[in-house]
């Protein structure tokens, strides 16, 4: 498998990167602007920073601009996220519906390490 898939990484790393990134800055637009059935929050509020981050984050990741600093920052963010918002109902992330939280942490933690590789790139 990783002989046919192996070829196509740089190009999956890329559409992974693109779509997760779009997913967060939707859920950042729910925060700041209330879009798709989100509720929206003042920017001086702990959700409506928390919105901004994922707003802005979101959409450099998306595009691959900053992406290792803007992923840093988005997977601080959800780590904060899940032990401000969800630890507190209990540890196990399935429990607490914290699993988004901690799934989005890692990811934009790898993101941070490995950065914007542009489509067809070998590292």
Request: with cysteine; aromatic share 12%.
């Amino acid at each position: 498998m990783e002989r046919v898939l192996g070829r196509l990484a740089p190009y999956i790393y890329g559409v992974l990167r693109v779509v997760a990134g779009a997913m967060f800055a939707i859920h950042g637009a729910q925060k700041v602007f209330g879009l798709f059935g989100g509720k929206q929050f003042s920017l001086m509020t702990q959700l409506g920073l928390a919105g901004a981050i994922e707003l802005v984050c979101g959409l450099l990741i998306a595009l691959g601009i900053l992406t290792s600093i803007a992923a840093f920052i988005a997977s601080g963010e959800m780590a904060a996220a899940y032990f401000i918002g969800h630890a507190p109902r209990g540890l196990n992330p399935v429990q607490n519906q914290g699993e988004v939280a901690v799934l989005y942490c890692f990811l934009f933690l790898y993101f941070a390490a490995r950065g914007t590789v542009a489509l067809g790139a070998q590292r």
